[in-house]
């Protein structure tokens, strides 16, 4: 699976682009490949990406982004990433490989 930066933001499995979801999605995932091997914690996810309006309902929608962002992976090849018995509080981007940074996650 290749992630692309440079330009829209797309991954690509193969010969095919994964179709990602919202822009929610494609906000989630840009911020976990520029945080390569680092904890990004739910605060600063929704600080990101909502203008730190931190409430549950933020908290949320952060979760279901999440789980909808792994199954958009996961349906594409990719192992849709670690399950947690409870909910996160913390998300952890792609280990770094030979390749530069954002580029592979898998």
Not at 81 to 87: F, K, V
Request: no cysteine; glycine share 12%.
């Amino acid at each position: 699976m290749e992630f692309r930066v440079l330009g829209p933001l797309e991954v690509v499995n193969g010969d095919e682009i994964v179709a990602l979801g919202g822009s929610r999605e494609r906000a989630l995932l840009a911020l976990l490949l520029l945080s390569p091997n680092q904890v990004v914690s739910s605060d600063r996810v929704v600080d990101e990406i909502w203008g730190g309006r931190t409430s549950e309902g933020a908290i949320h929608t952060l979760r279901v982004t999440m789980s909808r962002l792994r199954k958009a992976l996961g349906a594409a090849g990719g192992d849709g990433g670690p399950r947690h018995p409870a909910p996160a509080t913390s998300l952890v981007s792609a280990q770094a490989s030979s390749t530069p940074p954002g580029s592979r996650l898998w």
